[in-house]
């Protein structure tokens, strides 16, 4: 057994859409170092756009763990339990060949048995919410309407999808849509393409709204872990995403680089 001195791990933590995933890769290309996925809902296969999974391309070669790991339509949903143990002995394995052990994401608990650097991507909620707003907006052009087409072309109701990734978010905010969507193409009633823009609208919002509630939870429990003591340490991103959202691509890399990636490349080496 080693001591816990040396099982080192990395967990990068933040609310939704504050680019832990980019920055995992950054570190990940840094040091000898593996990735383990933390998010519940990209641990299931399929819907890889709605729950934003990093493609095999944006992983850089960089070993992922947890990702796309559970085919929900086999093996139902992963229990938290279950998780953390999957995830406990992915981290034992890494460690085992000399590697750190990058954890993205959310169950936690299990790394309080290691010596944990505890890293927090922060941006400003309001300027957050904006952002998440238009991610979302880019998603739904970019292939998450047509995933969600087919999911519920497959599973038709909502309560028939895999119990896991039936859980995530879009999912259940676009049932109504594509019931009612599916019910008037085959004939089974009617509805003018101003009452289907209107029920498309509603859903988009209701996504938006429930993915900014999601990232406020998010912030409020790491808020909590700092408040009781846990060693946390917060990069501000508050500076690049206000860059992204005036558009200024070269700034946003200059902040993203001056404010998140060095200073945690910094941190990470005192580490």
């Known amino acids: 057994m080693t001591t816990k001195e040396n099982n080192k791990i990395v967990v990068i933590m933040g609310s939704t859409g504050v680019g832990k995933s980019k920055l995992s890769i950054e570190l ?23 729950t934003n999974k990093l493609t095999p391309r944006e992983q850089l070669g960089v070993p992922h763990h947890l990702l796309a790991h559970v085919d929900p339509a086999v093996s139902g949903e992963l229990s938290n339990a279950n998780f953390r143990v999957a995830a406990t002995s992915t981290t034992s394995q890494i460690l085992s060949r000399g590697r750190i052990p990058i954890a993205v994401g959310g169950p936690l608990s299990p790394a309080l048995r290691y010596d944990c650097c505890f890293i927090w991507v922060d941006v400003e909620l309001p300027l957050l919410f904006d952002y998440l707003g238009l991610r979302l907006d880019d998603m739904i052009n970019g292939g998450m309407f047509d995933e969600l087409a087919e999911f519920y072309n497959q599973y038709e109701t909502y309560t028939s ?8 978010i879009g999912v259940p905010e676009f049932e109504d849509y594509f019931r009612r969507f599916s019910s008037v193409s085959r004939g089974d009633e009617s ?59 070269k700034r946003a890399v200059e902040l993203w680089n001056k404010d998140v990636a060095e200073p945690a490349i910094k941190i990470v080496e005192a580490f």
Do not use: H
């Not at 990735?35 to 296969?45: A, H, P």
């Not at 999808?161 to 995530?168: C, F, I, N, T, V």
């Open 28 to 50: 990940a290309t840094s040091f000898p170092s593996e990735i383990i996925n933390c998010d519940k809902m990209q641990v299931y296969t399929g819907l890889d756009v709605t």
């Open 161 to 168: 999808a895999p119990e896991g990734l039936r859980k995530s």
């Open 191 to 249: 509805l003018s393409g101003d009452a289907m823009k209107l029920m498309f609208e509603e859903a988009r919002k209701a996504t938006k709204d429930n993915t900014c509630e999601l990232a406020k939870m998010q912030v409020e429990k790491i808020k909590r872990l700092k408040g009781i003591g846990w060693d946390i340490q917060r990069l501000d991103a508050t500076e690049v995403f206000k860059a992204m959202l005036a558009s200024d691509n």
